[in-house]
């Protein structure tokens, strides 16, 4: 199983990017699905989530400027990134909890998509 995101970019501040993050491979099904940020000399902290029935959560610093989405069918989960700030400026991590089944059991595990670099210039 695998995550690619995609997305990222330079931006000026007060723009627009959207995350893609597609996961693949032998999937059962997929519970939750998140964005996170690493800026430079900082710690990851979560940007925003989404449940499996759609559900949402963000970090205080993005409501109202970010929007989580997800697409059961295609395994996949979006960020939509409006009216971006330099201090948005960071590496982008998606996350996923995906359940596969290698015996025949289920079992869950969190997967990581490698990162996608998000610049917003003033």
């Known amino acids: 199983v695998q995550l690619q995101a995609s997305g990222g970019g330079l931006v000026q501040a007060g723009g627009s990017l959207r995350l893609s993050c597609a996961a693949s491979g032998s999937i059962f099904s997929i519970n939750d699905m998140a964005w996170y940020r690493q800026a430079p000399g900082k710690q990851r902290e979560l940007v925003a989530g989404?449940?499996?029935?759609?559900?949402?959560n963000y970090a205080d610093s993005v409501k109202g400027r970010f929007t989580i989405s997800r697409d059961n069918a295609r395994h996949t989960v979006y960020l939509q990134m409006d009216s971006l700030k330099p201090e948005d400026t960071a590496v982008y991590y998606c996350?996923?909890?995906?359940?596969?089944?290698?015996?025949?059991?289920?079992?869950?595990?969190?997967?990581w998509g490698q990162g996608t670099l998000v610049t917003v210039s003033s």
């Open positions: 996350n996923a909890l995906i359940v596969i089944l290698p015996t025949g059991t289920p079992y869950e595990y969190v997967y």
């Open positions: 989404v449940t499996s029935g759609g559900s949402t």
